[in-house]
């Protein structure tokens, strides 16, 4: 490597970079409509476009997912703006690190796909108060939603500053950017009813406003039947084939086609099978569609707070086609890849033919598109349990339950959508094989408590009301913690409460409540899922004179859908009473409209100590001794090594209670291992990898790694215990394929070489990855033998599933043949990238009049360990 010179590699760059900044000033791009399909440039166009959401990857991970997105077939990437990253405080905005939307949107240009801009500015998304920043919900006089001004002057500033900032960056299409598609507001149709005519006028004030913001390209409204012209209505859900826009001049688009679904706290893990993707798919295009949006392409991971709620979990997977961590979900990614082929390969045709349909009984229908001497075809069976077999143009064709046959010349099938001919990845974790083993094994915490005697011994707050504070309007969400405090003077002569049996009563609006009384720890208590008002009773003892009553109020992400969803109260909204029973005399004594004291936020966080150790409070971390395990509100810290290579690092919290987790001072999200979910919800082996995975394990961004020492800091609700805590690392531990006969059989390690050929067998063989046995019947070749000489030390090969590749299979019958394989995996090659540092000695990034994210992402660079840091071989070096 070091052996390129810098000369030869300058000079190819900086034709790479003289081009590009050629095309970018060349290329405005028109984006219009008709009524069949989005015209880029005055050409009828088929848009497949996924969902990535930048604040829940890292900038190092999105030149990776987008390009493992472009190779999966798609034309455009599609992301939210999510109001509350960027102005967490009124007028106070950010936009770096994982916020930098316009780095984002240069990334997806790089790469040389189109965005799609939904500014919301409500996002939904399972994102925290649905992107609205908390700050907008205390504004006095606000209603959100809704034909209210001072909403709707909040809800044009932010819009109009993102329109502006990308306005600046040339981004929009007839600047020559990459965005073809803009939206505003998100799934208001859905419960605009409860709005009434101030809903009707506020959906109309923001058609206007959108228009007025001359963006040059379309705007689109989903789930709005109603949306205004010139608003494209397009739909979001499982399946859009029904759907018809509201005007006839508007193309059918389907801009969230849910590849899988979120997980919840306590909720079963989701799955979607690969097939009923590509079957939703494939009957959208059969029925017209022409641009349809993954949701989600790329998952992701909700870090820090961001997640909403309430109890939306910190991983957001979605079992979509690019795995949480940015590893292609097989067979889905694959499959879904070979179906996009297909439908970009009869644009043409599905476009500008005449179509027509006919209904075959039994829920089948054929559907040619027809164009001069052009026609392709589509067979869909909707019948979910019963195979069709149809003669068609002289042709018998077997369609498989559930499933679309796409025939690109009407006459022989390309793809059906319930046969996988993709490759199946299991993913394997692997222990932290950091240089250290022992390290690994046992990592050395150091811990201190929360110091919480101050609120519960002498409820001292930081500020007081004669009543009971909803939790959004006492925090603005500064942090999930509250403390509510209050004191009780008891006279002992007040014989009531000697003589009856006390108790604590709380009425909470959620989600978690810690109880103290006088220094002691009553016991806490949590919405099971569903329920998120709840009475928390505990049987008390009073003292006399002073007592001390001190709540902990703690929010699992706000909630972010429903009508008037922000309306949701959080937090202790009362009544707060002290019931005392004697025989069948109740006495009722309510505390909530006495003084109540409050305070926000953990005193860990606003001291710091915990990420610096030039902090005063740095050298109250204890170790040694007996480590406290099973206690609530308590501090952990240890440090590790990163571990080597280049797979994703996940953080095994098996053990721990309830809190959030801190990588070098970053958050890694929320944890809450203790609650364990239900059975996971998949039923077919694919998923096996996936089970406890979500609850137990948190994504550690390679990014926020170093590589000398990093430390893990862990907030500790409930109680646990970390020295079950450890590092993996997530791969391809095996990988399986499955092609049928006339297709071809492709598989790819992902940078790593195949090993050995465990299974192939050419036929009818049985049973699942990690499991296969040979069937009734097979080729009269070695298919294994074969196998070998093609794949055996390559990162990827295909072979071609015939006969004549594999041999004759007579005794099969009338079978469709398939060929099934399990591939080992090898190693990583030893040397597959170094890392280089940018010396700050050499000012490229004014040599070259680039940023230097434009460098990196020009040069098509696979940043593993960091934001500035380079990596692979096949690239420039600066020395
Ligand atoms: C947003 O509001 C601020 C005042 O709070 C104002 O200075 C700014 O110009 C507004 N921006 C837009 C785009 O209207
Ligand atoms: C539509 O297809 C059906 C069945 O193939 C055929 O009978 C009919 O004539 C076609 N209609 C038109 C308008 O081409
Ligand atoms: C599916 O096929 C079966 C068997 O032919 C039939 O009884 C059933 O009504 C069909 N269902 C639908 C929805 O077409
Ligand atoms: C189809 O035929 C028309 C006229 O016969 C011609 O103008 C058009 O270009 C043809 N379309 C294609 C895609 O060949
Ligand atoms: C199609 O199937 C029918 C009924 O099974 C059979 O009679 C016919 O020969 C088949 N046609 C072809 C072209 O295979
Ligand atoms: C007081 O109430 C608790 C819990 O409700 C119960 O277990 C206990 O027996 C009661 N004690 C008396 C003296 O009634
Ligand atoms: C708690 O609050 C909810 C909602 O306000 C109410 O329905 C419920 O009756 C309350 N419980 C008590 C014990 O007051
Ligand atoms: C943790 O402590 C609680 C009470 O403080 C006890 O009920 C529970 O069994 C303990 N759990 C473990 C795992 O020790
Ligand atoms: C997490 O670690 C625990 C304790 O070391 C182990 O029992 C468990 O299997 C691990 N979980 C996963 C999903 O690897
Ligand atoms: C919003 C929306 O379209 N939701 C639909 C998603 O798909 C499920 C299952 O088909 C429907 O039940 C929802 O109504």
Not at 8 to 22: H, Y
Not at 365 to 374: G, Q, R, W
Not at 567 to 576: A, D, F, K, L, N
Request: hydrophobic residues 35%; contains cysteine.
């Amino acid at each position: 490597m070091t052996s390129l010179s810098w000369k030869s590699s300058t000079l190819s760059f900086f034709l790479i970079v003289i081009a590009l900044c050629f095309l970018h000033e060349a290329l405005a791009v028109q984006v219009s409509h008709d009524g069949r399909a989005l015209l880029i440039n005055g050409e009828r166009r088929i848009i497949l476009s996924g969902s990535i959401h930048y604040p829940r990857s890292t900038p190092a991970m999105w030149p990776e997912l987008i390009k493992k997105a472009k190779e999966g077939g798609l034309d455009a990437i599609e992301t939210y703006v999510f109001w509350n990253a960027h102005e967490p405080v009124r007028r106070k905005y950010d936009f770096s690190g994982r916020n930098d939307l316009i780095r984002f949107l240069k990334t997806i240009q790089d790469a040389g796909l189109y965005a799609v801009l939904r500014i919301g500015p409500y996002a939904c998304a399972e994102w925290n108060y649905g992107g609205f920043p908390v700050w907008l919900h205390n504004l006095p006089g606000i209603e959100l939603r809704t034909y209210n001004k001072v909403f709707m002057d909040e809800m044009q500033n932010f819009t109009t500053l993102i329109v502006d900032m990308v306005k600046k960056e040339k981004l929009f299409a007839p600047q020559g950017g990459n965005i073809i598609l803009a939206q505003i507001e998100n799934e208001y149709g859905n419960v605009m009813g409860p709005y009434g005519d101030a809903g009707k006028a506020y959906l109309n004030w923001c058609a206007n406003m959108a228009v007025s913001q001359n963006v040059g390209i379309p705007w689109i409204m989903c789930q709005q039947n109603d949306a205004p012209q010139p608003m494209i209505n397009t739909c979001n859900g499982w399946y859009c084939h029904d759907f018809t826009p509201n005007n006839p001049n508007s193309p059918k688009m389907w801009t969230e086609n849910w590849t899988g679904w979120f997980k919840n706290w306590g909720g079963k893990l989701p799955h979607r099978t690969a097939e009923d993707v590509a079957y939703a798919v494939a009957r959208f295009f059969q029925t017209g569609g022409i641009f349809q949006n993954y949701y989600m392409y790329h998952g992701g991971t909700n870090f820090g707070r961001t997640a909403g709620g309430p109890y939306i979990a910190t991983s957001y997977d979605y079992d979509a086609p690019l795995d949480e961590y940015g590893n292609l979900n097989q067979p889905k990614w694959g499959h879904l890849k070979q179906l996009h082929a297909v439908l970009h390969s009869m644009e043409k045709v599905l476009t500008h033919g005449d179509v027509n349909s006919t209904n075959m009984g039994n829920s089948v229908t054929v559907t040619s598109y027809k164009l001069n001497a052009t026609s392709s075809c589509y067979i869909s069976n909707a019948n979910s349990t019963n195979d069709a077999t149809i003669t068609f143009q002289g042709r018998n064709f077997t369609i498989p339950a559930w499933s679309v046959s796409i025939l690109p010349d009407c006459q022989t099938e390309a793809y059906n959508t319930a046969k996988v001919n993709a490759q199946t990845s299991i993913m394997v974790k692997k222990l932290n094989k950091a240089e250290d083993e022992e390290e690994a094994k046992s990592l050395k915490w150091s811990w201190r408590p929360e110091h919480i005697s101050q609120f519960i011994k002498e409820g001292k707050g930081q500020s007081a009301e004669n009543f009971l504070l909803e939790q959004k309007a006492a925090t603005n969400d500064a942090s999930d913690y509250l403390w509510y405090m209050m004191s009780l003077k008891f006279d002992e002569d007040e014989s009531i409460w000697k003589t009856h049996n006390i108790s604590l009563s709380v009425n909470t609006s959620g989600h978690v409540l810690h109880a103290f009384i006088n220094g002691h720890e009553l016991g806490y208590s949590y919405a099971q899922n569903g329920a998120f008002i709840y009475d928390f009773v505990k049987q008390i003892h009073l003292k006399k004179g002073r007592n001390v009553i001190a709540l902990l109020s703690v929010t699992v992400g706000l909630k972010n859908y429903g009508a008037h969803f922000d309306m949701t109260p959080v937090g202790i909204t009362g009544p707060v009473q002290l019931i005392g029973i004697k025989g069948d005399e109740t006495v009722i004594k309510d505390l909530s409209l006495h003084t109540w004291k409050y305070r926000t936020g953990l005193q860990g966080l606003d001291r710091e100590f915990l990420f610096s150790e030039w902090s005063p409070y740095a050298s109250r971390w204890r170790s040694g001794g007996d480590m406290p395990t099973n206690t609530t509100m308590t501090w952990y810290k240890t440090t590790f090594k990163a571990p080597l290579g280049t797979d994703p690092v996940v953080v095994n919290l098996s053990g721990m209670g309830k809190g959030e987790a801190w990588i070098n001072g970053m958050s890694i999200g929320r944890y809450w291992p203790s609650f364990v979910a239900d059975e996971d919800g998949c039923t077919t082996d694919p998923c096996d990898y996936r089970g406890e995975y979500s609850d137990r394990k948190y994504h550690v961004p390679r990014s926020f790694l170093r590589d000398d020492e990093n430390t893990l800091v862990l907030f500790e609700e409930l109680g646990g215990n970390p020295s079950h805590v450890n590092f993996q690392t997530i791969s391809v531990g095996r990988a399986c394929a499955n092609a049928y006969e006339g297709n071809t059989l492709e598989l790819s390690c992902e940078g790593r070489s195949i090993s050995a050929i465990k299974f192939a067998s050419f036929g009818d063989p049985q049973g699942t990855c990690g499991a296969f046995v040979e069937g009734s019947c097979k080729g009269d070749k070695d298919a294994v033998d074969i196998l070998s000489k093609e794949c055996v030390g390559q990162e990827t090969c295909s072979v071609e599933v015939s006969e004549s590749t594999l041999g004759v299979a007579s005794s099969c019958g009338d079978k469709t043949k398939r060929f099934a394989v399990e591939i080992c995996m090898g190693e990583y090659p030893k040397h597959n990238y170094h890392q280089w540092y940018l010396k700050s000695s050499l000012d490229t990034k004014s040599l070259l009049g680039l940023s230097l994210t434009r460098l990196m992402a020009l040069s098509s660079l696979s940043m593993p360990n960091g934001d500035n840091r380079m990596g692979r071989e096949d690239l420039v070096y600066f020395d």
